[in-house]
């Protein structure tokens, strides 16, 4: 896909923790929009991405600071609007000749506060101050704050601890903030996003469709008439990636779907049917069951276990790929979140990248090229696409399931025996929770089947079965979690189905540990 052939905004990352909220506030408005950190934006690099429009982000430094974070002064001679949040109104302050003050006690501004508006109007604060209380509401968070606007730049609003918390040159449309306007602490943010690219002329040209079409061309002159494989997980990551190649290349696309054996009740059958047989993918199911069941007989370490399946993974998606004749490209789902080479003053960058379930390292080692269509992409986006796609909602909507499978819900020895145990008890609960209405309101929901058995009364008999244990929680990213309240009922009716319907559980628990201290996974 050509993304120079859209209107590009590109963000200048000063170290902000929230500059991704940055590009998703744009998304939402169509706006194709770059994150890069300011050390790689040069001229050069503003000649080549040729922004229709710039925003300076946050950042955890001080302008006063001697080397502190600046953007070329080129940024300021491309005659393209620009709008500084926070650091980055400090750094366009002083840039063009106004004066920052350090913070001291009685204005530095942390959390919740109100704008006030000056006599001055300007566009770009169409739609505020309009609820009757004459204020809007911004998220602070700043030490140091402008003390003297530079020339050429009216004042717009005015906070308690930033005299200029608004100030602009609509001459040159440049604009600067001292709040965050990108967070949910400040309602009516999205409003002046979309007032300033209203103002840049954007014309909210990204959109799934062309993102769809432009996709498929660029797959199509990057592999040529060569084959392309892709490990499909049934994920939607994955399961998008595969469908817009498959839109793409036909039957030069081949996916291998590792079977490993710790896969969900009717879960292989359904991927296979759905790819295969629905949407005419080729693709490999590889039933290697036996290979993986037998490498963990008797394994009960948790890392030994992830160790064991990424590296049968690996050499399983090797022997398949083998088979297929002169594959040049290895498909993968990478999302923008990874790629995003985040400011970090602690060096390295932010993001961390979980390997246990991709094929990291396969491409060196088996001589492959990379072809990543969603990596532009946000989930969310990655979502959207799918729809186009024709993928179903069951897909589309999944929670999220690890690349090991059953075989971390499956704490101590994995047998048969409790795998099949802990699939009936996993559909149950799943069942119970799309009933009630609850699947899209929980980010993850699952079963683990405890390494314990106790005694139980069923009928006038004694039972000696194993104990489960349901997990469910709210969470952003995966990276914290809640456990979702469910009514008392709720739990009470499920944990009788199970009782009822899975021959060897006896008894039902529920996982109340946030993460952290907790993970969401029980290994
Ligand atoms: P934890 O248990 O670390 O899980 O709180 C966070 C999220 O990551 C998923 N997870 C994995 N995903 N390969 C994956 O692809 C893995 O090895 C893996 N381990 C955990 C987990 O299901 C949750 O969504």
């Known amino acids: 896909m050509n993304t120079a052939e859209h209107d590009r905004l590109l963000i200048i990352d000063f170290g902000s923790q929230v500059t991704q909220l940055i590009a998703r506030r744009l998304r939402e408005l169509n706006v194709y929009c770059e994150i890069h950190p300011y050390q790689k934006v040069t001229d050069a690099f503003l000649t080549e991405f040729a922004p229709k429009a710039i925003i300076f982000s946050g950042g955890p430094d001080s302008v006063m600071r001697e080397g502190s974070p600046r953007p070329p002064k080129k940024a300021y001679e491309m005659g393209v609007p620009i709008l500084g949040i926070c650091y980055g109104q400090q750094v366009m302050m002083q840039d063009l000749g106004g004066k920052v003050e350090a913070g001291e006690h009685a204005t530095a501004e942390f959390g919740r506060a109100y704008v006030t508006p000056s006599e001055t109007r300007s566009d770009l604060l169409a739609g505020w101050f309009m609820d009757g209380s004459g204020r809007e509401q911004v998220w602070m968070s700043h030490g140091d704050h402008v003390s003297e606007v530079a020339p050429g ?95 793409a290349i036909g039957d030069q696309l081949t996916c291998v779907f590792v079977d490993h054996g710790l896969l969900r009740m009717n879960e292989a059958e359904e991927v296979v049917a759905m790819f295969r047989d629905h949407m005419n993918l080729r693709v490999i199911h590889a039933q290697e069951q036996e290979l993986f069941l037998g490498e963990l007989d008797g394994v009960s370490d948790p890392e030994t276990k992830r160790k064991i ?215």
């Open 153 to 247: 730049f009216d004042v717009l609003g005015t906070s308690p601890g930033a005299p200029f918390a608004i100030t602009a040159d609509t001459d040159r449309r440049f604009y600067a903030v001292q709040f965050h306007p990108e967070v949910h602490h400040t309602p009516n943010g999205k409003t002046l996003y979309q007032n300033f690219v209203q103002l840049a002329g954007f014309t909210g040209d990204w959109t799934m469709g062309a993102y769809r079409e432009e996709a498929i061309r660029k797959i199509k002159d990057q592999v040529g008439d060569k084959p392309v494989i892709c490990a499909l997980s049934g994920g939607v990551d994955s399961s998008v990636a595969a469908a817009l190649l498959h839109d």
């Open 309 to 523: 399946i990424g590296r049968l993974f690996i050499d399983v998606f090797q022997k398949y790929a083998n088979q297929i004749e002169g594959a040049e490209f290895l498909a993968q789902g990478t999302l923008y979140p990874d790629v995003i080479e985040s400011v970090s003053f602690s060096g390295g960058p932010s993001v961390t990248i979980k390997s246990h379930h991709n094929v990291g390292g396969l491409p060196e080692k088996m001589g492959l090229k990379l072809v990543e269509p969603l990596r532009e992409l946000f989930k969310d986006e990655v979502r959207a696409l799918g729809r186009e796609l024709g993928l179903p909602d069951s897909f589309i909507g999944r929670h999220p399931f690890p690349g090991p499978g059953l075989a971390i819900r499956c704490p101590g020895e994995i047998t048969r025996e409790k795998l099949e145990i802990l699939r009936k008890a996993d559909a149950v609960y799943i069942d119970q929770i799309r009933k009630h209405g609850l699947y899209d309101e929980i980010w993850q929901a699952f079963v683990a089947i405890l390494p314990v058995r106790t005694v139980g009364v069923m009928g006038d008999g004694r039972t000696y079965d194993y104990a489960c244990a349901l997990r469910a929680v709210t969470s952003v990213d995966g990276m914290t979690a809640d456990y979702y309240p469910f009514e008392h009922d709720f739990l009470g009716e499920t944990a009788t189905r199970i009782i009822n319907e899975v021959k060897g559980i006896n008894r039902v628990t529920y996982d109340i540990t946030s993460k952290p201290p907790g993970t969401i996974e029980w290994e």
